[in-house]
């Protein structure tokens, strides 16, 4: 088969290092993609929600299955692009429809999908600019803290959670009139705040069948003990040991089951992984959010751990016959570190020389943001290595990962310590 892969982060570079163990793959081509996964295939500079420009490198390529990384291509609606075209139809892609991918592109959609079907989820309303002084009347009703929503795609800074009514009532405001968010806030759903921890559950599925992959936790904020601005992510640690089997029933019975079947019941066409953002509140789990695509740095603990052929089950949920696949995985446990250029979540700099990944054992490094210069490799984005080990416990995990983010070095590195302690 060959293969491309859309995205340029860390999530790309595990979904690459999988697919390359293949016996299936031919040739594998990522766009626009990174210098750790230059190493593994032919990097393509690419616009990733150029369609046509797509059109044309699977076509000159010869691809057989596309697998995209971020949502943005999704909620544009590639696969209906390629769907739609008589070249591109044959190709198989992972991915769900346009309509489908509004459970990630409008916290209203899934919202209303999730009452619909009745699995758990915070109370809400939502609000627009006719309704805001019903809006400010809905906050006095609810007890702080206050959780904010803009409706669509706000690169992962549209929730904003506060203490104080008034607050709150100007961050509603701000959403709504100033548009802070800007089209994402023409809509804000305010909800009841839970009061949990938080687990990430990647289910993928053809629309048919569907197949539970490793539970991670992910680490959000970007100092230790979970303090200071929210980030991508700062690592993560799959499995997750407070997922014992009873709580795992209640996930599969009353979030993942009900999730597939109000997919088929809306006719919503979906061929890739669904991702339910969980929390667990007095032993039952609530959706918090999905996203339809594979989340990062989750992806970089959770797919190394799948023991069987992952470029094959991404074959078989884009060709409907996932029900086949028989999906392995190992007992032991994987550890992510995050190392990020200095003042990321924030400003931060770029193209800053890394020294020392010759050096490294007993870890995965999977590079988020690089770029290859001649011999040299240079930072490219805030977050820069996701450093990946297994151990029989997280600690052991721990250690290796810890070990190799020493050996690492660029100007500015920074790394939270605190990765699976509060797990142990
Ligand atoms: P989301 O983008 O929907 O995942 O929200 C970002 C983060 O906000 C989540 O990971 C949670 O930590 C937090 N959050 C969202 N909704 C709620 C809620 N209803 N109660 C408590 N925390 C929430
Ligand atoms: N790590 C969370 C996300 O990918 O959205």
Redesign the pocket.
Known sequence: MNVLILGSGGREHAIAHKITQSDLLHQLFVAPGNAGTAQLGTNLNLDINDFDAIKEICLKNNIDLVVIGPEDPLVNGIYDYFKADESLKKIHIFAPSKEAAQLEGS?EYAKEFLIKNNIPT?KYKSFDIETLQQGYKFLDTLNPPY?L?ADGLAA?K??V?LTNLKEAKKELSDMLTNKKFGKASNKVVI?????GI?LSCFVVTDGESYKILPFAKDY?RILDGDKGL?TGGMGSVSPVPFVDEVFYNKIKETIVKPTIKGLKKNNLTYKGVIFI?L?KVNNNPFV??YNVRFGDPETEVVLPRITSDVLELFQKVASSNLKEYNLKITKETALTLMLVSGGYPEKYEKGKEIKGLNNITDSIVFHSGTKKDGDKIYTNGGRVFAITSFGNSIQEARTKSYKNAEKIDFEGKFYRKDIGLDLI
């Open positions: 916290k915070a959780v929503k992962g549209g929730v959670i909800e009841e705040f839970l009061d938080e959000k929210n953002g929390i918090i959010e």
